[in-house]
């Protein structure tokens, strides 16, 4: 059964870079696609960009000009880079899987709630 | 974009009534692309159904789906006391996912 295991830094200063690194572990990594969300607090869901196997990449058009989603098959691992980060940011930021013939999320990771103060 | 508007923002239930939650979208979609998750406190969302009808796997058979085209609907048929809980609709369309914005089913 797959698991994703998701890290990274939890407390940022406006104009810093957010980093999260996503490890998945059982099942295949090739015939899914890997994304991201983010979820304010006490605030509802936002899709931040996704990311296959190869490389390929599709990013939502309100945050495409900050985001790099990239990955590293040999860890079976993907990552989120959100540059220029202010206090809007603020989320928790969860990874999770799609399949490659669907447009849904499952599983997903724990959450990582990331802070943007300064 | 397409927008989904989810209704009502809160419902007040006791255990074992029936719970019907509604999506509405700006524009059609596909039912294909419609999927609907629970969310408890301080807990990821979990797929509860996919293809805007299918039950995700280990999601028992009191959660149902149904509708089409721009109106979309969640039902628990019995509830249970880990159905309190915020549930989500979301849906893909033109490379973009988009979720409602939940939800909150509550304790009467």
């Known amino acids: 059964q797959v698991h994703l295991q998701q890290w990274g830094e939890g407390l940022l200063k406006p104009s810093e870079a957010l980093s999260l690194t996503c490890a998945v572990y059982?099942?295949?990594?090739?015939?899914?696609?890997w994304s991201w969300i983010r979820q304010p607090p006490g605030k509802g869901l936002e899709w931040i960009g996704e990311?296959?196997?190869?490389?390929?990449?599709n990013y939502n058009p309100s945050l495409k000009s900050r985001v790099t989603i990239s990955v590293d098959i040999f860890k079976s691992q993907f990552s989120l880079k959100l540059t220029s980060v202010t206090a809007a940011d603020t989320a928790v930021y969860y990874c999770?899987?799609?399949?490659?013939?669907?447009?849904?999320?499952?599983?997903w990771g724990q959450g990582t709630l990331v802070t943007v103060s300064s | 974009e397409i927008v989904l508007t989810q209704s009502p923002g809160t419902l007040s239930l006791s255990p074992g009534e029936r719970a019907t939650l509604s999506c509405r979208a700006s524009?059609?979609?596909?039912?294909?692309?419609l999927a609907w998750y629970r969310q408890k406190p301080g807990q990821a969302p979990r797929l509860l159904i996919y293809?805007?009808?299918s039950r995700a796997t280990g999601i028992p058979d009191r959660f149902s789906g149904s509708g089409s085209g721009t109106d979309f609907n969640l039902t628990i048929s019995r509830l249970e006391p880990e159905d309190f809980a915020v549930y989500y609709c979301?849906?893909?369309?033109?490379?973009?996912?988009?979720f409602g914005q939940g939800t909150k089913l509550e304790i009467k």
């Open positions: 059982g099942g295949s990594f090739s015939a899914y696609y």
């Open positions: 524009q059609s979609v596909s039912s294909i692309y």
């Open positions: 999770a899987r799609v399949p490659s013939w669907s447009n849904w999320f499952d599983p």
């Open positions: 293809g805007a009808s």
């Open positions: 979301q849906q893909y369309g033109s490379s973009l996912y988009t």
């Open positions: 990311v296959n196997h190869v490389g390929a990449t």
